[in-house]
């Protein structure tokens, strides 16, 4: 077993060896070159300082609670692919801001992939925490080939090297903030970046090329070729595996496209039997690219037939929505604990929002409907109920759901016209709320989504009557504003 400065190296001779890589680090984390290149960098180095065989820097996606490979040196691709890291099984204490050292990883049970580990050749290794301003936002990990005891050094050479690796992980969110303030949707979040670190440079194939651009289009999270499945054994022997080409963290889908031709399928879909067979939690599709191109089709992206205009850019995606609705559905539920809220809705933009907000609200609600028109020209316009609701709503707490406020003049009508009848309270949940545009300043209590100065469709919201089965929300152009 050795210890951790090698033979030959005197204690002095390590420290100023992990000093002079560190001040090299230092440089690095502000460099401005892309996160991957710095991150990349420091893993080389910090291997090559410690004299180990491996480093890697492993982001933390809260969402799925899992640890993904941002960069690593030394590993194996295989062993890279071995599965997914749940980030409470693999040196699960690292996330609560604790140092992890194991000394035989074949044997500890804080280890996940404990024999991968040990076909990889890592005895030892050490895990420190990723912090960023009071949150730990991944994990060092140094791997060894030998048995070996991390001395304090060593700890607090890895301690200073995650800072700087966290540094420059903020350094690259603030650069996206920048390059995202134009655009007020985008969100530069911690499994952003490493959804973009893990990215492949190239593909194998340009029909995976395409589909991935696809699911970009789409805001569809993706991970290329995350995971091996292995399908046979010749006794320890792995002698079969498969390899899925997309898996889509937010759908927990596995896709695997393959061309028409016939030999090729039938023998992808002998191993997609088997690997569910083996695997059966797992979530898996075969895709051609006849199938993908309907997909793209019905979702709008290419022509639309009829409309003029043609959605160009999708603002928020369908897991988006969902995952906010969800949240607004919740914090109402809290809000009117022990209480019975009537949701009142405008026909017929909240074709989609108010059944997907009412089945994430869990009180007993009951909803009623409200239909408009609007008469006059531009300068006059006016609103006119041409449906009204079905019952009083005196007493009641009423709750306007509504799918989008931009001037404010439908809502605040509307508000004066309930607020006359008497309920006990009367609060509005908008999906969308495009500021820039207000005119008559609504109180609006719950917000989905702030939307810049564009015209929308999908998700309930139309263009003369189209788009609104949409699942997603998304910019049309040329604009109906300036079409006009
Ligand atoms: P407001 O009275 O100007 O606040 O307009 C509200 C209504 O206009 C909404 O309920 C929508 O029906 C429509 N609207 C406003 N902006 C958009 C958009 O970007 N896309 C689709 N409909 C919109």
């Not at 933390?60 to 295989?78: E, I, K, M, N, T």
């Not at 290794?125 to 301003?133: D, G, I, N, Y």
């Not at 700890?155 to 540094?167: E, K």
Request: proline fraction near 5%.
């Amino acid at each position: 077993m050795l210890n951790s400065f090698g033979e030959g190296t005197t204690m002095g001779q390590h420290v100023a060896a992990y000093y002079q890589v560190l001040q090299e680090l230092a440089t690095e984390a502000v460099s401005g070159d892309t996160l991957r290149d710095t991150l990349a960098t420091m893993a080389k180095k910090t291997a090559s300082a410690m004299k180990s065989s491996g480093c890697s820097v492993l982001l933390f996606d809260a969402a799925s609670r899992r640890l993904l490979h941002a960069v690593s040196h030394g590993l194996s691709d295989w062993y890279l692919r071995k599965g997914f890291l749940d980030a409470d099984k693999s040196l699960g204490d690292t996330l609560e801001g604790k140092v992890v050292t194991v000394l035989d990883a074949a044997t500890d049970p804080r280890v996940q992939y404990r024999e991968m580990a040990q076909r990889q050749g890592i005895a030892s290794m050490v895990s420190v925490p990723l912090r960023q301003r009071g949150s730990i936002i991944g994990a060092l990990r140094v791997y060894t080939r030998e048995h070996r005891h991390f001395s304090t050094d060593d700890i607090a050479f890895l301690t200073a090297v995650a800072g700087l690796a966290a540094v420059a992980v903020e350094n690259a969110q603030l650069r996206e903030l920048e390059a995202a303030r134009d655009a007020m949707f985008s969100q530069p979040d911690v499994p952003r970046l490493a959804q973009d670190l893990i990215r492949p440079i190239s593909f194998s194939h340009p029909s995976e090329e395409e589909f991935a651009r696809l699911l970009d289009f789409y805001k569809i999270q993706w991970m290329y070729e995350p995971r091996s499945f292995p399908l046979e054994w010749d006794g320890d022997k792995v002698k079969e595996m498969f390899t899925p080409d997309f898996y889509l963290p937010e759908l927990d889908l596995y896709v695997e496209l393959t061309t028409m031709k016939q030999e090729l399928i039938r023998e992808k879909t002998r191993k997609l039997r088997r690997l569910k067979e083996l695997y059966p939690e797992v979530n898996i599709k075969l895709l051609t690219k006849r199938d993908y191109h309907r997909l793209l089709a019905k979702y709008g992206y290419g022509p639309l037939g009829r409309a003029e205009v043609n959605v160009e850019r999708i603002l928020l995606s369908a897991p988006q929505i969902q995952r906010r609705v969800r949240q607004l559905g919740k914090a109402i539920s809290g809000d009117y604990a022990g209480r019975s809220p009537l949701l009142i809705g405008i026909l017929k933009g909240v074709v989609c929002f108010m059944p997907d907000l009412m089945r994430n609200i869990s009180l007993p609600v009951s909803v009623d409907f409200m239909a408009i028109s609007y008469y006059g020209d531009q300068e006059t316009e006016s609103v006119r109920i041409i449906k009204d609701l079905d019952r009083s709503i005196a007493g009641l707490d009423v709750i306007m759901v509504e799918d989008i406020v931009d001037t404010g003049m439908t809502l605040n009508y509307v508000l004066h016209y309930l607020a006359a009848r008497n309920p006990a309270s009367l609060e509005v949940c908008t999906l969308l709320d495009k500021r820039v545009r207000r005119l008559v300043d609504v109180p609006l209590k719950y917000i989905g989504f702030e939307v810049p100065d564009e015209f929308v469709v999908g998700y309930g919201l139309d263009y003369n009557g189209e788009f609104r089965n949409l699942p997603f929300i998304g910019i049309v152009t040329p604009s109906p504003t300036e079409a006009k």
